[in-house]
């Protein structure tokens, strides 16, 4: 299985540019043969905070504690009878979210850190 990785300098509150921008990057990827597309964490809004209204990430940084609550569970999803695991940016920094994802029979350990 491909996973592909596509990283870009997004525009700043410009959800509607940023999200064509990484179809266009998922389309590429799948005709190349990628099943899985990522992206830096928070290239939908460029990093602004103030447009999100959802966000699973369980250990927040700095200013992210003024906006958001941690998220309460780990990301999952199976794909091909693959089983992923998601972790976001500050999470890489707690082992625990790694061997949560060990434990649960994950193959892929997906990282997006900005």
């Not at 870009?8 to 410009?14: A, I, L, M, R, Y």
């Not at 250990?59 to 941690?70: D, K, N, S």
């Not at 999803?77 to 976001?88: I, K, P, S």
């Amino acid at each position: 299985m491909l996973v592909a990785a596509a990283q870009f300098t997004s525009e700043p509150g410009s959800v509607d540019a940023n999200a064509r921008r990484m179809a266009a990057y998922v389309r590429k990827a799948a005709g190349r043969g990628a099943r899985v597309t990522v992206f830096a964490e928070l290239a939908l809004t460029g990093y602004e905070l103030e447009l999100l209204t959802r966000y699973d990430k369980q250990h927040l940084y700095e200013q992210e504690r003024e906006v958001f609550a941690p998220g309460t569970g780990d990301g999952r999803f199976e794909l091909d009878g693959v089983r992923f695991a998601l972790a976001t940016c500050f999470d890489n920094h707690f082992p625990e979210v790694a061997e949560r994802a060990a434990d649960d029979k994950c193959l892929v350990y997906l990282a997006s850190s900005l």
